[in-house]
């Protein structure tokens, strides 16, 4: 098998929705993060590209129709080159990223762009149409935004809860305490906010033309725990006892939109790229487990990318969890039982947004700019998928200056 290698990064700033990106359709956004990417190797041939992959959760509205070759053609890249559009959910571009290692690995291509796109402001409102209805007949509409809809009646309840409701019952099951994660939201701002101020998304993102967003816009660098503490929660009513609800929108992600990409390729790229490569794509792991505690998938998914790599978890120096919510990254990250503060080092999408098609490519940049920064040899990027599943890859970085961190219990 040939080795796969990530070469660039690249991201927009993700803005609120209905904010700074509403304007822009998710093709759009796409085919700006391709002609960045492009734009950071002066000296590639893009007709070399072997194929473009990208995510996307949504694909109901104006993403419709194979959104990787829309933004290719939007991108002007020329028309010989293939794309393919993947929906894992929140997964999709980090499963791009997959297949793309695949393709390289068995030598059916030596350079992919990856990435993926989501625009939650502009998700449609839909009319269900089915053989039974006739014109004229009073139909709903049902918003595409997020989260379970046009649900078949065969699917069990218990399945079929909310996202909020199930990352509560999750946080019941694995004991996650409000206080705590109301204290990891805290940090993922203040992180969020430090990386931008420090510069280190100098180089993973590029701004989008024609707006004003120059950061990640749901960044709230004056969050606090005590700030955090009076939001009331949104899926169950407050209250004493251990079923009060504990979810609010200060430690759940906020809904966004952006676009991210990536080149991987063989070692061969190197050349045609005319860069050398950031990180190896040591380990791929995906797992799934019932519906309503998707949150917790990421655990057996990164697992196993470990032992396909070869290392464990004493190994690892840097983790990249997508935070859907607090408590579901706080229960991965104690089943785990690693050291917290080796995880988002540089914020986390409780405060820099969760554009659910885009979001795997950027952890996969960001593991690997920051085990660049850092030296350390080996890192986990994951994210949870609504519908009970869970993805992991293992990033070997291609240059470490430190020896294996060793980390404690949390």
């Known amino acids: 098998m040939n080795q796969a290698f990530i070469y660039d990064a690249v991201r927009t700033p993700f803005g609120k929705s209905g904010g700074a990106l509403a304007g822009l359709r998710p093709d759009d956004l796409a085919a700006h993060v391709i002609q960045a990417s492009l734009s950071r190797v002066p000296t590639f041939d893009p007709a070399l590209i072997d194929e ?8 109901a509205g104006e993403e419709n129709r194979n959104v990787a070759r829309m933004a290719t053609l939007l991108a002007g890249l020329p028309t010989s080159i293939p794309g393919t559009t993947v929906n894992r959910l929140c997964g999709s ?3 791009a990223a997959i297949i ?8 059916d291509a030596d350079v992919v762009l990856v990435g993926g796109t989501e625009s939650m402001s502009r998700a449609p409102w839909v009319v269900p149409r089915t053989s039974e209805s006739a014109d004229g007949d009073d139909r709903d509409l049902v918003s595409t935004e997020l989260g379970w809809r046009l649900v078949n009646p065969r699917m069990p309840s218990e399945w079929t809860v909310s996202l909020g409701e199930a990352t509560e019952q999750l ?4 004991d996650v305490s409000r206080e705590r994660q109301d204290a990891f939201a805290a940090r993922s701002h203040h992180l969020a906010d430090s990386a931008w101020a420090n510069g280190f998304y100098d180089e993973l993102v590029t701004m989008v033309p024609d707006t004003a967003l120059t950061r990640d816009e ?3 660098p004056g969050s606090t725990v005590q700030k955090l503490a009076t939001l009331s929660p949104v899926f169950r009513p407050a209250g004493p006892g251990p079923s009060a609800g504990t979810i609010t929108a200060g430690n759940a992600s906020p809904l966004t939109d952006g676009a991210s990409a990536a080149f991987l390729g063989s070692e061969a790229a190197a050349d045609l790229l005319g860069l050398s490569p950031l990180a190896r794509i040591a380990g791929r792991g995906a797992a799934a487990t019932d519906p309503q505690f998707f949150g917790f998938a990421p655990v057996e998914a990164a697992n196993r990318a470990l032992a396909q790599a070869g290392v464990t978890w004493s190994d690892v120096g840097a983790v990249e969890i997508n935070e859907a ?10 089943a785990w039982d690693i050291d917290p503060t080796i995880v988002n080092q540089h914020g986390g999408a409780l405060a820099i947004g969760h554009p659910l098609g885009a979001s795997g490519t950027r952890l996969l940049g960001t ?5 660049q920064a850092s030296g350390e040899r080996w890192g986990v990027a994951a994210i949870c998928i ?9 990033l070997e970085n291609v240059s470490p200056r430190r020896t294996p961190t060793m980390v404690g219990a949390c």
């Open 386 to 394: 609504g519908v009970g599943q869970g993805l992991a890859v293992v």
């Open 218 to 220: 749901s960044i709230r």
């Open 325 to 334: 919510f607090a408590a579901q990254a706080l229960a991965c990250i104690d």
């Open 100 to 107: 793309a290692a695949r393709q390289i690995g068995v030598g």
């Open 171 to 174: 946080r019941e099951r694995y």
């Open 367 to 371: 593991l690997a700019r920051s085990l």
């Open 52 to 59: 473009v992959v990208l995510g996307n959760a949504n694909g």
């Open 93 to 95: 571009s980090l499963d």
